[in-house]
């Protein structure tokens, strides 16, 4: 049976990240998607503009509205923007007793535009990261939820993991895109194991806008569908190097462009 898969996220109008790329990784890799708004934007391939945020309450009876009534196999949860967004999904999360769920600590756009207020930060380590089955930070993301420096190499990059692990992430895919060199290595990272290395092909494109949505939505999307999150980490970090590979062939702005969610999809001379 099709996987339902919610959404709690932010929205993007050019398309590339936030709701409109979950549900669009989602439908690909064969989930039904669901979603939750937690912000608006004005925002396009050259960065954001304004935010909206959408209240707590609304947020809250959005939530209680849809799993009052439908099944949810797997949870992508995004841009949260403050506290009350923050604390409202995590009790939500307690109160319907969400399962797979995979958190992106959403906090800087691509374009370096907050999306996080920095005071709820906080909120997210202690509310969110040990209620999610997965927290799927950046280096950036990782080093704010710390309270530490970023670091630069793969060796800190273990050392980090470990600390996520010890504030009370279940597992933590620290993600290593910012780091130099001919390859992306991104570390899974669970109690009581060493952390596994998923490397990729470093591809040159300018149009990786919503790369982090789309790796979080592709392994909340493949979860129910796989045996454990080291399948579903392995064929989402394969899904996106291919939206990646192909994504000069979308033109959908003058900036950095988002990664070919339907590559596999859609007809091309070149696929």
């Given amino acids: 049976m099709t996987p339902n898969i ?4 932010g929205s993007d109008p050019s398309g590339g990240a936030g709701i409109q790329a979950d549900l669009k990784t989602f439908s690909a890799l064969g989930g039904y998607g669901m ?21 707590a309450e609304f947020v809250r009876a959005q939530l209680d509205t849809l799993l009052s009534d ?8 995004g841009m949260l ?30 374009s370096g535009d907050r999306l996080l207020a920095v005071e709820a930060i906080a909120a997210v380590r202690d509310q969110l990261v040990p209620r999610a089955d997965l927290i799927t930070p950046n280096l950036p993301e990782s080093a704010e939820l710390l309270g530490e420096d970023e670091v630069h190499d793969l060796p800190a990059m273990r050392a980090q993991a470990g600390r996520l692990l010890d504030i ?23 109690p009581g194991s060493s952390p596994q290395a998923f490397s990729a092909e470093r591809l040159p494109t300018k ?10 939505s592709a392994i909340a999307a493949l979860r129910p569908q796989r045996r454990d999150f080291y399948e579903a980490v392995r064929e989402a970090k394969d899904y996106l190097t291919e ?3 192909y994504a000069d062939d979308l033109n959908a702005g003058r900036g950095k462009g988002p990664v070919h969610h339907f590559h596999a999809l859609w007809p091309a001379d070149d696929h």
């Fill in 6 to 9: 919610l959404t709690i996220a």
């Fill in 35 to 55: 979603s939750v708004l937690t912000a608006l934007t004005a925002q396009a391939t050259t960065g954001v503009t304004g935010v909206f945020p959408v209240p």
């Fill in 70 to 77: 439908a099944k949810v196999d797997a949870v992508k949860i």
């Fill in 81 to 110: 923007g403050d506290t009350d967004v923050i604390n409202a999904v995590a009790s939500a999360i307690d109160d319907h007793g969400l399962h797979n769920v995979v958190l992106d600590p959403v906090m800087v756009a691509k």
């Fill in 168 to 190: 009370g992430a279940k597992r933590v895919l620290l993600k290593g895109g910012h780091l130099a060199g001919e390859s992306s290595t991104d570390l899974l990272a669970e």
């Fill in 207 to 216: 149009n990786t806008h919503g790369t982090g949505c789309t790796l979080s």
């Fill in 243 to 245: 939206a990646l590979r």
